[in-house]
């Protein structure tokens, strides 16, 4: 996922560090890398296959139900991010040296043995972070490779390095979960310590350039996000890159904020700002829902 909160929703998970394809646990998103062989590399032979795409920084991958796109997904999590967002719930995931060598090969057997699965619920695979565009020649590989394999594929993205994302890599892209964090560029770079235009320029790409669809997110966080102008920019926006392609932006994504990243912050002794924040209640959410709808776009 990106670095963003996700939607409270009912989820089945396939936990990483129990025995092959026991389903049914509920716990907080990348638990390990149960069933990927970790590449044994020295250093100078693992930045030469990172290059090529060969070899990745992964932080942890899971099976889960109704998150991170439609049907039963592997949500494979990359380590590398170039934002800093105050409410980012993995922040394990930020630098790209924490996370462990793994083979392209290795993620494309492990989505072999879904395949039944996802040709049953309408799932697939998607790829997340961190940012996943921190790494795009592994990410391109492995999208290749899924798309070969005849698996819908997803981009969970920030869109901040869209730039990286090359047109070969689009195409074998069928959804992009594009976490728009701000409308405002002053709450945008109070909010990831980034420039908000690249993720803007990513989405209308997107929208001009191809059949891609694309599933808008947008944590609300009360004090930070929840200004109505600013959510009113954000709506504005999505309902422009209907206008570049009817029916490109599928549906919105209004995310609560919620404390579950807090106690990561705390093990990295890294300082968290948003301790007294309030996950944002019904209300608040339907009224920030209000200008989507008023658009025209399908908004949940």
């Known amino acids: 996922m990106s670095a ?102 290795a993620v494309l057997d492990r989505l072999r043995r879904y395949l039944g699965v996802f040709r049953a619920t309408g799932g697939g695979l998607t790829l997340s972070g961190g940012e996943v565009l921190m790494q795009p020649a592994f990410a391109a590989r492995i999208l290749r490779g899924a798309r070969q394999l005849g698996v819908h594929t997803a981009l969970d993205t920030s869109g901040y390095l869209g730039a990286h994302a090359t047109d070969r890599m689009l195409e074998d892209t069928d959804l992009v979960l594009l976490d728009v964090k701000s409308g405002d560029e002053d709450v945008y770079r109070r909010v990831t310590g980034r420039e908000l235009a690249p993720t803007l320029a990513f989405g209308e790409r997107l929208a001009g350039s191809s059949d891609i669809a694309i599933w808008i997110r947008f944590v609300l966080v009360p004090g930070l996000t929840d200004d109505p102008g600013n959510v009113a920019r954000v709506a504005e926006y999505a309902a422009s890159l209907n206008a570049i392609r009817p029916g490109a932006v599928e549906r919105i994504e209004v995310l609560p904020f919620h404390q579950m990243g807090r106690d990561k912050w705390h093990e990295l002794g890294l300082e968290y700002t948003l301790e007294d924040t309030p996950a944002p209640t019904h209300e608040q959410l339907e009224l920030a829902r209000a200008p989507f709808r008023a658009r025209g776009l399908l908004t949940y």
């Open 4 to 105: 963003s909160a996700l939607p409270l929703l009912p989820r089945t998970v396939t936990r990483l560090d129990a025995p092959d394809d026991v389903a049914g646990a509920s716990r907080r998103r990348g638990a390990g890398l149960h069933g990927l062989a970790v590449a044994d590399i020295d250093r100078a032979g693992r930045l030469a296959a990172m290059r090529t795409g060969e070899l990745g920084s992964v932080h942890s991958w899971e099976l889960v139900t109704a998150v991170d796109g439609p049907g039963t997904r592997l949500t494979l999590f990359l380590n590398g991010c170039p934002l800093r967002c105050l409410y980012c719930q993995n922040p394990d995931t930020l630098a790209m040296k924490d996370g462990v060598p793994v083979h392209a090969d």
